[in-house]
Structure formats: structure tokens, C-alpha cells
């Protein structure tokens, strides 16, 4: 028996699903920001920053939810690699946009 792989990208036409294992965390406990090329995840009092890979940081974000064990964040091409809905964050700002669906 083999573990499933705890980040794993999946590819589809105009598009691309991200999975991160999450086996014991509830909806209500993850948060997800996305600040430049970068994946804020957040579980509880835990924060994790990742990079994301070229094919997904050149992609906006369309959605997230916490499902099966874990997280799911879907993303979308856009035109000649713009990335609507990713703003550069203010230095104002405490925290970017939260994207996981409850």
C-alpha cells in the first residue's frame, strides 16, 4: 500500500487543480491567501508559506475547499500570463485575500 502524495498537481484543459494532503484538518480550521508567487496555508495556528510551481504562479485562483482529506485549489489560465484577482499587497496590509470556500 502506498501513501498518497502529500502535494500533487493535477493538469486539465485551461487549467489545473492543486492537492495538498490534509488528512486531519476541518474546513473551518484551513485558510488560503495567495500573496505574488506564493501559496499562504493556514491550519489553525499553523502557517505554511509555499512556492507555488511556474505553470501554477503564471494561473489565477477560481476556487479552494478542504474535501476528502484535503485541500483542493483550483486555477485558471489567463491571458498572456495576467493573473486577475492577484493585486501586490499594500504595505498596509496585514493579510492577502482569503480564497477557501467553508
Known amino acids: 500500500m502506498t501513501a498518497a502524495a502529500p502535494f500533487r498537481v493535477e493538469r486539465w484543459s485551461g487549467g489545473a487543480t492543486l492537492h495538498l494532503s490534509l488528512p486531519f484538518a476541518d474546513a473551518d480550521q484551513v485558510d488560503l491567501a495567495r500573496s505574488g508567487d506564493d501559496l499562504v496555508v493556514t491550519v489553525g495556528a499553523y ?27 483550483r486555477f485558471q489560465a489567463t491571458d498572456a500570463g495576467a493573473r486577475p484577482g492577484v493585486r501586490p499587497a499594500a504595505p498596509s496590509e496585514a493579510a492577502p485575500e482569503s480564497a477557501v470556500a467553508r
Open 47 to 73: 502557517r505554511r508559506v509555499l512556492a507555488l510551481p511556474g505553470v501554477l504562479a503564471r494561473m489565477a485562483v477560481r476556487g479552494a475547499g478542504v474535501e476528502e482529506g484535503g485541500l483542493r485549489v
